[in-house]
Nanobody, 115 residues
Framework: QVQLVESGGGLVQAGGSLRLSCAAS????????MGWYRQVPGKQRELVARIFTIGSTTYGDSVKGRFTISRDNAKNTVYLQMNSLKPEDTAVYYC?????????WGQGTQVTVSS
């Protein structure tokens, strides 16, 4: 019913940039927010960035000042611009959509930052 398709992951050098995209489709109603989470081995999935319907944003402490989340309402797409990437940013990044307190997830895209 709801599908999230991520793209833009890959391998980059430390200090480089990458942009992730997530397009949502399906039976979507009453969206509260869309965002990005990431997960590495041995750690819980953590918030990277989130953008609410009204346009406000929140960021995880580790990415503030380096990552920027944005959206295109006409295309039902959310973006994550990642700058000044660090090796510790290496993770699987998941797109998230929240509607009526229900969470929908993309399949994830690998981001690897080499030193």
């Amino acid at each position: 019913q709801v599908q999230l398709v991520e793209s833009g992951g890959g391998l980059v050098q430390a200090g480089g940039s990458l942009r992730l995209s997530c397009a949502a489709s399906g039976n979507i109603f009453a969206i509260n927010a869309m965002g990005w989470y990431r997960q590495v081995p041995g750690k819980q999935r953590e918030l990277v960035a989130r953008i609410f319907t009204i346009g406000s944003t929140t960021y995880g402490d580790s990415v503030k000042g380096r990552f920027t989340i944005s959206r295109d309402n006409a295309k039902n797409t959310v973006y994550l611009q990642m700058n000044s990437l660090k090796p510790e940013d290496t993770a699987v990044y998941y797109c998230n959509l929240q509607a009526w307190s229900l969470d929908y997830w993309g399949q994830g895209t690998q981001v690897t930052v080499s030193s």
